[in-house]
């Protein structure tokens, strides 16, 4: 009954072979899977759509990952927003952790790790879910 | 020259020498200056005492010859008032006269006593009756008594009157000339004339009318009796060593007729004639004369004065005279006790000035000795008097002025003690913090492009490991596929482990510093190894201070370093060894120092500056990051890890944290932003 609509699922970063391959990895676990190249992307598609999950660069042109989470915390509230960084700094983490991220993910990843992380986030219920990232 | 050359020495003798030589200088100009004048005053006072002495006796004497001159005169007078004197006049018969009148004269003691008629003609010579009846109108005295005058006075009497009195008086009056050496010269050799004292009276009868006249005269020529008088009566017949003080002389002209002057032979010095000076001040122009004389034999303090005849013609001189010896002996007596008086006052002005003198230099010699001390280097010396004047003054402030210069070459001689241990350390801090900063730098700019780099390379190294899973996934058991997927996702892992520590390095996240015993973060490090190590036959030594400080740090980034020195050092042994693992505080107390040392294989010396280079390293497996983030840890922390080391000798490795935390804040802040 719970399983009945796919999770969906929206993975924002401006290299493609990134976005595809995490795409990859999610498939498999038959969740439906969006990719956007940069923040406007993002908020275009997620005007549209109601993600579960979104998973976000930190380090991208235009809108950053920063930025994009602030508002797509503020638009869809009730979704899940995992960073991803090829960098993590100290400040980076602590900041998008404060805005409410709900983990972090440094690059490079296994996809078990994704997986894992993801279901995690969507397994949890709703914000309440305690901060990971100590 | 010479002048400046004794000056010079002077300046040259000793202070209390100077002083010494000066005050005797001035006392004996003083000396001598007061000796001078006060002889001369001295003198003046007693010879003018004397002058006026001699010149009251000389009035005395006058008094004598006046007195005798009136004698005579009131005698003569006297006689011509005689009843039968105008009787033999006016009778014209003299008989008995001549008796009566000898008796007369013998009895006053007059040489002569004549009688002459109202026409001058001598009628009766008492003394010498034989001559008679010649003229004696011309002679002034008889010219004035013929004309009613009573006359007396003094007068030359020549020889052809003089023996009409008797050839003995003449004789009397006759002197061979004694030669005299300071006396003026004379053509003559001799004197024949006579000197007397004379008065003339007129004889008249009951009316006045004129008999004749009664002379009569007193022959001064060897005549002593005068003289005599005037030297009892002036001069009390005081002696000086058996010669008379006082002596009057009649003079006939300059010669002496009469005198109590003795000779050398002890006569008395008639027929000796009077010095030139006294002569020409005295006979030629009729002055007082009053002074110094030399008299026959002897200085005397004499004064002459001119015997004038009736008619005011200067005839002689009368003359009275002390013994100079007496006042000069006086004067010298006098001198003596002043010159006495004056050396003891200068021998006591001597002696004071000498204590003074000594009281004066002697602080000073003393001094100048301490001077020499201390200039010779011994600043220790101080001066032991005080006293409150100048020289205590001096004392003190010399001492102070010591006293400080001991401190200042104290301090001097310490400050260049250390100087040199302190530049060495200066300069070794120094090129120890070029090195760092070097490093720190190095570090630096690698930091920023290793994490470029790392970030570029992260996102296809995501992208190949999730398709080399998702290969493996789908592949199933194909073993070939499998193997190849294996490897390449272990790769790729292996790389993503690279450019983590990469990351890791360039990161430096901000620590997380709080209070920690570093000992406890050695214990737990070498828990940790102490299995491993035992298994490759590696033994390790602790050596723990338990007294050092608690400081502020980031425990597990310090656990991290000691953690890869600890490693690093098991692994330069592989045949087994020792690891001493000592805690310590630094030499100068500000730092914590950590030391590992090992016994193995060492670092060659061509390595060592290059040891903290990132992904530097000798190992076949590792990234070279260990030493490098072990260093960025302990830089930002503001200590520092120094290495010493030979090939064959092992190798020491020295951590070093400050006990303040002086965190590297640049470090931290780039990182920040």
Redesign the interface.
């Known amino acids: 009954m719970t399983d009945l609509a796919k999770k969906m699922i929206l993975v924002v ?1 401006d ?1 493609p ?2 976005c ?3 795409r ?2 999610l498939l ?1 676990e038959d969740y439906d899977v969006d990719t956007a190249l940069g923040g406007e992307d993002a908020l275009r598609l997620s005007a549209k759509k109601k993600y579960d999950v979104f998973l976000v660069d930190l ?1 991208m042109p235009g809108i950053s990952g920063l930025d994009l989470l602030k508002m797509l915390k503020s638009e869809c509230p009730s979704s899940r927003i995992i960073m991803i960084t ?6 980076n983490t602590l900041q998008a952790m404060q805005t409410g991220a709900y983990d972090f993910l ?7 790790t ?1 997986r894992n992380l993801v279901a995690k986030a969507l397994g949890g219920s709703g914000d309440t879910g305690s901060n990971p990232a100590g | 020259m010479p002048m400046r050359g004794i000056f010079r020495r002077f300046l040259d003798q000793s202070l209390r020498r100077k002083l010494i030589l000066s005050f005797l200088a001035v006392i004996t100009m003083g000396g001598v200056i007061t000796l001078i004048i006060g002889t001369r005053i001295e003198h003046q006072t007693i010879i003018s005492l004397a002058e006026a002495k001699v010149r009251h006796d000389l009035a005395s004497a006058w008094m004598v010859y006046r007195e005798k001159l009136n004698s005579i005169r009131e005698l003569v007078l006297l006689s011509a008032d005689r009843e039968f004197i105008a009787e033999a006049l006016r009778t014209g018969r003299p008989n008995g006269v001549a008796a009566r009148l000898d008796g007369i004269r013998k009895e006053y003691g007059l040489d002569t006593l004549t009688l002459a008629d109202a026409r001058g003609r001598v009628v009766v010579r008492s003394r010498h009756v034989e001559v008679s009846g010649d003229d004696q109108s011309g002679d002034p005295f008889i010219a004035r008594a013929l004309n009613g005058q009573v006359t007396a006075g003094t007068q030359i009497v020549s020889p052809g009157e003089l023996i009409k009195d008797g050839t003995d008086l003449a004789e009397r009056a006759y002197f061979e000339f004694v030669p005299t050496p300071m006396a003026a010269e004379r053509p003559e050799n001799h004197e024949e004339n006579g000197m007397m004292l004379k008065a003339a009276a007129p004889v008249t009868d009951e009316g006045g009318a004129l008999l004749g006249v009664l002379y009569g005269g007193l022959l001064f020529n060897r005549n002593y009796d005068l003289v005599d008088r005037v030297k009892e009566i002036v001069f009390k017949g005081e002696k000086h060593k058996g010669h008379d003080i006082g002596t009057a002389t009649l003079f006939q002209n300059d010669l002496r007729i009469a005198t109590n002057v003795l000779d050398d032979q002890g006569n008395r010095a008639v027929g000796t004639r009077v010095s030139r000076e006294v002569n020409e001040a005295v006979l030629r122009r009729g002055g007082l004369y009053v002074g110094r004389a030399f008299v026959v034999t002897a200085w005397y303090i004499t004064a002459y004065e001119p015997i004038r005849d009736i008619d005011d013609r200067i005839i002689g001189m009368l003359y009275v005279g002390m013994l100079e010896r007496p006042y000069i002996e006086l004067r010298n007596r006098v001198m003596a006790t002043f010159a006495g008086l004056a050396g003891v006052c200068a021998l006591f002005l001597l002696g004071l000035l000498s204590f003074v003198a000594r009281r004066i230099t002697q602080p000073l010699a003393i001094m100048a000795v301490a001077a020499d001390k201390i200039a010779g280097g011994d600043l220790t010396h101080r001066l032991e008097f005080g006293g409150k004047d100048e020289i205590g003054q001096l004392a003190h402030a010399f001492n102070s002025m010591t006293a400080d210069l001991h401190d200042a070459r104290e301090d001097l001689t310490q400050w260049g003690r250390t100087l040199e241990r302190r530049v060495e350390e200066r300069t070794r801090q120094l090129r120890e913090t070029q090195d760092h900063l070097i490093r720190s730098e190095k570090l630096a700019s690698l930091g920023k492009m290793a994490a470029g780099v790392a970030h570029e390379i992260n996102n296809p190294l995501t992208a190949i490991l999730i398709n080399a899973h998702l290969l493996l996934e789908r592949c199933g058991d194909h073993p070939p596929s499998r193997e190849s997927l294996t490897l390449i996702a272990e790769e790729t892992t292996r790389c993503a482990q690279i450019v983590s520590g990469l990351l890791n390095f360039a990161r430096q996240t901000p620590a997380r510093e709080a209070l920690a015993d570093i000992n406890d973060i050695i214990e737990r490090t070498i828990q940790l190894l102490e299995k491993q190590a035992a298994v490759r036959n590696i033994q390790i030594e602790k050596n723990l201070d338990r007294s050092l400080p608690w400081v502020a740090i980031d425990k597990n980034k310090i656990q991290q370093v000691f953690s890869n020195l600890a490693i690093n050092a098991c692994e330069a042994m592989p045949e087994g060894g020792t690891l001493w693992v000592t805690s310590g505080l630094s030499r100068d107390g500000t730092s914590l120092e950590i030391i590992f040392v090992d016994t193995g294989v060492g670092i060659p010396k061509e390595n060592i500056p290059k040891l903290f280079d990132p992904f530097f390293t000798t190992k076949n497996f590792g990234t070279g990051l260990g030493l490098a983030v072990s260093y960025g840890i302990i830089r930002q922390r503001g200590g520092a890890i120094d290495v010493r080391s030979e090939v064959g000798r092992g190798a020491t490795f020295t951590v070093r944290i400050p006990l303040e935390s002086g965190a590297d804040k640049s470090e931290q802040s780039e990182d920040m932003s």
């Open positions: 970063d290299e072979t990134v595809k391959s995490i990859e990895a498999r380090m090829g960098y993590p700094t100290m400040k440094p690059k490079p990843f296994l996809p078990s994704l």
